[in-house]
């Protein structure tokens, strides 16, 4: 049995294209109702670094396992520090979220942006909007590993 431990990078973009910006959209006034209705695609990332700029790790071995979460922060939260052992991307869909990492990183995301998340690295995410933030994450990880690792506050 052949394993291709990259066949998730390549579905991840389409997740993400077909859950946050739908299939058609109409593109000229000349075209015919059935070019109006083609499939669009826009590459809203294609990279092998997170956002911080570090080098994402290689897949580890193992049984792959997608997970895919909706993430509903209110206005005023803080996530509880936490890091991923996992790679993972997203797009927030809705409001607003600074993210901070041990580091002293800091990504600030507006609805409809996308992000790769750092991976083995500590961070948190602050929604410091005025309404929920909604974020859709999917995580390319391995069958019966933690996707995240929370840690405790000191």
Known sequence: MVKNKNCCLYLIPLYLLLLSY??????SDNMSSQDQNSLQVQELVKTTKS???????EYPEGQSEITILKISIPAGNRLETHSHPVINAGVLTKGELTVYTE???TLILNAGDPIVEVV?????GVNEGDET???IV???????KPITVIYPEK
């Open 22 to 27: 739908g299939c058609s959209e109409k593109t």
């Open 51 to 57: 956002w911080d700029g570090i080098l994402l790790p």
């Open 103 to 105: 580091n002293g990183d």
């Open 120 to 124: 083995n690295t500590l961070h948190y």
């Open 133 to 135: 933030a909604e974020i």
């Open 138 to 144: 999917f995580y390319s990880g391995i069958e019966d």
